[in-house]
């Protein structure tokens, strides 16, 4: 089946801003925190807020303590005042779009104009701009409301930033012959042009089209009534419990749109399902491809010979011989440390990666002994080299397994962390140098006690390459790790930096391979593997232009990155031996 997902699906700024501050506000201040009014039309986030110990406030008290978040769709400004005056500490969640509609209404009320909103009447976005309007504010919802209208001398014509497009157009064309001489400004916001725009090109491309997002979503619904209008079927669903299996089973080609308020968790456990459904004419094999594949990635073992791959070039890179039995413990040590990662990373993991997730909560026993028995296999093998080897793999074991554990107690109250995991950014760095020590400075010091010249751009390519398959996977996992209060570097840094950084270490590993080779450093093959930073930059631009989604194949394809770096290494092995 051929899965299309719209760009913008998912939130917007304004939603992704108000939810930040929200669940930022969760960690920040004490209880009671509120919002005042749902924050977003959306039930699963509203539900997590909730979790969070954020409810929603309806009615403004005379006296109250605690913390009050407006909400995106903006309140009227005596609003405010009330909250304040009530004894709560107020935080302005309004969307900026939102902020420039009040600010546009009253500017012009108080220089006596009329303000005429398009949109919808019970909206809570209409009802904050109806505030700023004052008495001289009308709400229009069809061109009949607006002929109702007696003719003002002067007046703005505004819209709802969620509005559908081509009726605001049909709007301005009127105003334009029965009174030009209105003031109208374009304030539907760019994101839902943008949004509505690509929904329609979806739907007349596709079989059908799944609409995701909240029940009292007004621009969710209107994405659903693009849809319909093209003469494609729309299925609006809130969650992955709605699919219509029967009308997916039924279709070639599937398009998922979501409305501005439905997180990307959800739109991603519904492109995993319909990624997994089998389709009427599959043919078995590629459905038992595509099952092989999934397991292979959810028990570890996938990402376990890609770590023995890395190895494998590492060793060859630096003139390593036998390098066999060192491939065999970096995948036993990687397969272990991840799989207890896994288990110790559930919390997140129901956000991010729901599959694999419910993987490990059936299978958790079983996934501990893989564990535990890979772990001391790979003990037992290198203790069968030596006394070095052994010392270092169990040093390296003891530190992987010291992230996880609490290592401040809590009577000392001052410390700020109490393990290593929750120092913000940890995961991706120690996981880049974990890799990087068990597949680059495992082989050669154990062979030779010692490191050489090649050691140093070899150990750099290897942590480089591990950083940018972590930091890309967290790029993926921001709106997961955000709701547990997990602080990766691109939460830190924010996506679009982070993304830059990438770009930056995949160019620094092109240059320390072409510049060690031309030093005589490290041998040809390191030209050879130059093809491994390039592969993932193109993978990454795939991401970023929406031709690939997360999902399995999105997965499978970033951690292939270390099997091509094999393949090359065998295949520059043996056409060297020859």
């Not at 012959?177 to 690509?198: A, D, M």
């Not at 010291?402 to 009577?411: E, G, I, M, T």
Request: proline letters at 5%; charged letters at 20%.
């Amino acid at each position: 089946m051929k899965i299309s997902v719209a760009k913008n699906a998912g939130f917007c700024m304004g939603v992704q801003r108000a939810v930040e501050m929200a669940l930022n506000a969760s960690h920040r201040y004490p209880p009671p925190i509120y919002t005042y009014g749902p924050l977003i039309h959306n039930p699963q986030v509203l539900g997590l807020l909730a979790e969070k110990g954020i409810s929603i406030l309806t009615e403004i008290p005379e006296k109250a303590s605690g913390t009050v978040l407006i909400r995106a769709h903006g309140v009227p400004p005596d609003t405010k005042e009330r909250l304040e005056k009530a004894g709560l500490s107020v935080i302005d969640a309004t969307c900026p779009r939102v902020i420039k509609v009040q600010a546009i209404i009253q500017k012009h009320a108080r220089e006596g104009y009329a303000s005429i909103i398009v949109g919808d009447r019970d909206h809570p976005e209409v009802a904050g701009l109806m505030g700023y309007a004052g008495a001289n504010g009308h709400v229009v919802g069809s061109i009949h409301d607006l002929e109702n209208l007696p003719a003002f001398d002067k007046a703005i014509l505004v819209a709802q930033t969620t509005q559908n497009v081509q009726f605001f157009g049909s709007v301005k064309k009127w105003a334009q012959k029965h009174h030009p001489r209105y003031k109208v400004f374009e304030t539907i916001c760019g994101s839902t042009e943008e949004r509505q725009s690509e929904t329609k090109r979806l739907a007349e491309d596709v079989d059908a089209v799944i609409v995701v997002g909240g029940r009292d979503s007004g621009n969710t619904q209107r994405l659903v009534e693009i849809v319909r209008e093209t003469g494609k079927p729309a299925c609006h669903i809130e969650t992955e419990s709605d699919l219509d299996m029967e009308l997916l089973r039924a279709a070639r080609h599937i398009g998922i749109t979501a409305g501005a308020s439905t997180p990307n968790w959800i739109i991603k456990r519904i492109y995993r399902i319909i990624e997994s459904l089998p389709l009427e004419g599959e043919k078995l094999w590629r459905r038992r491809l595509f099952e092989i594949q999934r397991i292979a990635l959810a028990t570890n073992a996938y990402i376990a010979v890609c770590a023995g791959a890395l190895c494998y070039a590492c060793s060859v890179l630096q003139n390593v011989r036998n390098p066999f039995p060192y491939i065999l413990i970096s995948t036993l040590y990687i397969l272990s440390m991840h799989t207890l990662n896994n288990l110790t990373g559930l919390k997140e993991a129901r956000y991010n990666n729901p599959d694999l997730a419910v993987f490990f909560e059936t299978h958790k026993t079983n996934m501990v002994l893989v564990a535990l028995a890979s772990g001391g296999i790979g003990l037992f093998v290198a203790a069968s080299m030596g006394i070095l080897p052994f010392v270092l793999l169990l040093i390296m074991t003891l530190l992987g397994l010291s992230y996880n554990l609490k290592l401040v107690p809590d009577s000392v109250r001052t410390a700020k962390y109490r393990c290593i995991r929750d120092i913000p950014g940890s995961k991706t760095i120690l996981i880049s140098f974990a890799w990087g020590v068990v597949t680059a400075l495992f082989p050669i010091l154990s062979a030779t006690g010692a490191i050489a010249w090649a050691t140093i751009p070899t150990f750099a390519w290897a942590v480089g390459t591990v950083f940018v398959r972590s930091a890309f996977f967290d790029v993926l996992d921001m709106q997961g790790d955000q709701i547990v209060g997990k602080e990766t570097l691109p939460i830190l840094m924010g996506k679009r930096p982070a993304l830059a950084l990438l770009r930056m270490t995949l160019l620094f590993l092109f240059v320390i391979l072409f510049l060690s080779t031309a030093a005589g450093i490290l041998p040809g093959l390191a030209l050879a593997l130059i093809l491994c930073p390039i592969y993932m930059a193109v993978l990454i631009s795939f991401h970023r232009q929406a031709y690939i989604r997360p999902g399995i194949r999105l997965e499978l394809l970033t951690e292939s990155q270390f099997l091509l770096a094999g393949v090359i290494t065998l295949v520059w092995s043996i056409g060297f031996r020859h």
